[in-house]
């Protein structure tokens, strides 16, 4: 049970386009969605957290208007990466707040290269 | 404000041995959980084990288990009979509560690279 689906798992984009990223709840609801970057032999760096129906909660040094977070139901939340550039390109993972054992599940990922 | 920090970046155990994999925070809190997750090369996070502050008794799970000291803020994880399924990053995290609602975010350690040879 609490299972994160997240898709795609992998994608490339030319510079200067938009690429969205979905995490759906397949089997829970998720009220709450976090949402990591990590670079290679890193650790998971939180981008922003989002609840369903309001806006997301960004952290510091992240920009809201280029990565633009969506939580308008309980078992979807998505990540958009507008005008992407390569330096964006990174492992971008998705997690959700199971609301039994203060557990938490994660999607497997999206590996993003922007070109 | 919390953190957590993982002091060894690289390790190695041979197969069916045990080593264990170092974890301290900081915090002022004196409620909270603390976490061991792994990555194998997948990169799906994976929960290995999870223990409540107010918890005295040492979680374990099959071959994890783990040492938990809360006065020295310590949180180390011990892996016995390793085996070669068990090579992968592993992270150790804080669950911090948030004021807001029931959010709660994890604080994450920098990682340990666990090798397990053969």
């Known amino acids: 049970g609490a299972v994160v689906s997240q898709h795609p798992s992998w994608v490339i984009c030319k510079s200067g386009t938009s690429v969205k990223i979905e995490c759906r709840s397949l089997d829970f609801q998720a009220t709450t969605m976090f949402w990591y970057r990590q670079f290679p032999k890193q650790s998971l760096m939180l981008m922003a957290t989002s609840n369903e129906g309001s806006k997301a909660t960004y952290e510091q040094g992240v920009e809201k208007d280029k990565f633009l977070i969506n939580h308008a139901s309980l078992t979807l939340s998505t990540l958009t990466v507008t005008s992407a550039h390569p330096e964006d390109s990174s492992f971008y993972i998705c997690s959700a707040r199971v609301l039994t054992g203060y557990g938490y599940t994660f999607g497997s990922g999206t590996r993003l290269t922007v070109v | 404000a919390q953190t957590v920090t993982q002091s060894q970046p690289e390790m190695s155990v041979q197969e069916a041995e045990t080593v264990t994999l170092s974890c301290t925070y900081d915090?002022?809190?004196?409620?909270?959980?603390l976490f061991w997750y792994k990555q194998p090369p997948s990169r799906q996070m994976i929960l290995v084990i999870r223990?409540?502050?107010?918890k005295q008794q040492n979680a374990t799970e099959n071959r994890f288990s783990v040492n938990f000291q809360k006065a020295a803020k310590s949180f180390s994880l011990k892996i016995s009979d390793s085996q070669l399924g068990d090579t992968a990053m592993y992270f150790c995290?804080?669950?911090?509560?948030?004021?807001?609602?029931?959010?709660?975010?994890?604080?994450w350690g920098l990682g340990t690279s666990l090798a397990v040879n053969p």
């Open positions: 223990q409540e502050a107010y």
């Open positions: 915090t002022s809190e004196s409620n909270y959980y």
């Open positions: 995290a804080f669950m911090k509560l948030l004021n807001a609602g029931n959010n709660r975010k994890l604080i």
